[in-house]
Nanobody, 116 residues
Framework: QVQLMESGGGLVQPGGSLRLSCAISGSIFGINAMGWYRQGPGKQRELVARIISCGSTNYADSVKGRFTISRDIAKNLVYLQMNSLKPEDTAVYYC??????????WGQGTQVTVSS
């Protein structure tokens, strides 16, 4: 059974940093990309960052230059380094994996709160 487990969320002051981790267990065939999404209060879930199997990345405009997605293929881990955090980054952050045949897997989410 596939499981995605996020960790690393918490409360941080504006301008601070957090690193989210996502541990992937179980067998997933034909991975196309791994990514991070977020859903803020009263908002729809949105893409934050994504890393494709070839290693290329893409980011939401709102986080470019502040967030970095990376992965450790051998350990089945994906990370999101978040710097210069802003109150508007407050959200539940979800790890995701999508496959070439169209399957999508999600973690349970981790809360990130940016507040003074």
């Amino acid at each position: 059974q596939v499981q995605l487990m996020e960790s690393g969320g918490g409360l941080v002051q504006p301008g601070g940093s957090l690193r989210l981790s996502c541990a992937i267990s179980g067998s997933i065939f034909g991975i196309n990309a791994m990514g991070w999404y977020r859903q803020g209060p009263g908002k729809q879930r949105e893409l934050v960052a994504r890393i494709i199997s070839c290693g290329s990345t893409n980011y939401a405009d709102s986080v470019k230059g502040r967030f970095t997605i990376s992965r450790d293929i051998a350990k089945n881990l994906v990370y999101l380094q978040m710097n210069s955090l802003k109150p508007e980054d407050t959200a539940v952050y979800y790890c995701s994996v999508d496959t070439r045949r169209g399957d999508m897997y999600w973690g349970q989410g981790t809360q990130v709160t940016v507040s003074s």
